[in-house]
């Protein structure tokens, strides 16, 4: 590779120089030994492009009125995020030679949740994402500014497929447990004639394929499990946005588990929107919505968003969220899902963190069961999100 080198002194010659003496000793010895390149030319990961330039690696605080060292104290950013307007990138303490991924300028720390760790055992995780399929080495990739990355993030792997399924597997059998009911045999959600009219190959389509459908009908609460009737009802629309070119990546959201419960006319002045959704409803028109019902959508990345009303101040209104945060679940590896956070930015909800999260809420008793399965009111969706939770569209 041609545009590498090994030492960022020499890259930046007097400029890296000046700063010499505001860098500790192991991150010194840690620049005049690392693999560095012009940032233009590659990136580190999907999501970070490498060792910085001296102004950006080093914040001189009267430069930027000491808010990169109000928000990280003695820190430097030593891998710059690909977003090079805002981002920041991988922040490494250089009292404790710890680092944790930072996406944005203003993503002030949270030291009561962030959890910071040595930089060998970040590069552990970016090498176990590589042997995973997650990041893939693709030359003709390029970032937001047109520049060579090099890099492919896959938005789903057979691990994720199967991770899945087993957590899918576990809350049924939970289900059918608490009603005494035998565990089903059927495996397929729909019939294989309407996935062949999908002519798809993501995600949705392996979950739909493989994951075993029960003898109840609600999931989650008024939320039942998509089927053939339901499916059949939403082909013509999600036909029509694959021919208009409106998808997420790969293939049109789809309304996995829809709800008894309707959603009203999505007109701009409809008092029963908040102010925030009025603005959103018709990209969920246009993107996301294939029916008049609430309910839990699944993207091709396997990610999920609600589509609920939700009370506040004795106000119900419509919400449209793709929700994100920190959460605890007793079937998943909090551990490795704590680790990937301090690496990689923060995803939305995946279909199988929510399985999770309901999960828990079947099994403490929080939400009650039923003859037809989970039962409860629409809004008792909300209660799965934690503490620290936030919402894009």
Not at 15 to 40: G, H, M, N, T, Y
Not at 161 to 174: K, Q
Not at 350 to 373: C, I, T
């Amino acid at each position: 590779m041609k545009h590498v080198q090994y030492n960022w002194f020499d890259l930046y010659g007097s400029e890296a120089e000046a700063i010499r003496e505001r860098l500790s000793p192991s991150v010194i010895d840690f620049l005049e030994q690392a693999k560095v390149w012009p940032l233009e030319q590659l990136s580190l990961t999907p999501h970070l492009r490498g060792v910085p330039e001296p102004s950006f690696l080093w914040r001189d605080p009267a430069e930027d009125y000491g808010i990169f060292e109000e928000q990280f104290g003695n820190s430097i950013v030593l891998y710059r995020a690909n977003d090079y307007e805002e981002g920041q990138g991988l922040i490494l303490d250089m009292d404790s030679n710890l680092v944790r991924y930072y996406p944005w300028t203003l993503d002030f720390p949270d030291p009561e949740n962030d959890l910071w760790i040595p930089l060998e055992d970040a590069l552990d995780i970016w090498k176990r994402l590589v042997e995973d399929g997650r990041y893939v080495v693709d030359s003709t990739m390029e970032d937001s500014y047109y520049q060579p990355m090099g890099w492919r993030e896959v938005p789903w792997t057979p691990r994720d497929r199967s991770e899945t399924l087993c957590i899918w597997e576990r809350y049924l059998c939970l289900i059918e447990a608490k009603l005494s009911q035998p565990r089903s045999k059927e495996v397929g959600l729909v019939s294989d004639i309407l996935l062949d009219r999908l002519a798809i190959d993501n995600f949705t389509m392996s979950f739909l394929q493989q994951a075993r459908k029960p003898a109840f009908v609600n999931i989650a609460p008024t939320l039942q499990i998509i089927d053939d009737d339901f499916l059949e009802l939403v082909l013509p629309a999600i036909e029509d946005r694959v021919r208009r070119g409106l998808r997420d990546d790969e293939f049109p959201a789809l309304l996995l588990f829809p709800s008894s419960v309707r959603i009203p006319e999505p007109t701009v002045l409809n008092p029963t929107f908040r102010d925030y959704d009025r603005y959103l409803v018709t990209f969920w028109t246009d993107w996301r919505l294939l029916d008049n019902r609430c309910g839990i959508y699944l993207t091709s990345y396997t990610d999920v968003s609600i589509v609920a009303p939700a009370t506040d101040d004795g106000v119900t209104q419509m919400r449209f969220i793709q929700p994100y945060g920190r959460f605890e679940a007793t079937q998943l590896d909090m551990l490795e899902l704590d680790l990937l956070d301090i690496v990689i930015p923060t995803r939305p909800f995946r279909l199988p963190q929510l399985l999770a999260l309901w999960y828990d809420k079947v099994d403490s008793g929080a939400w009650e069961v039923g003859p037809q399965g989970v039962v409860g009111e629409i809004e008792d969706l909300w209660s799965i999100l934690p503490r620290k939770v936030s919402e894009i569209f």
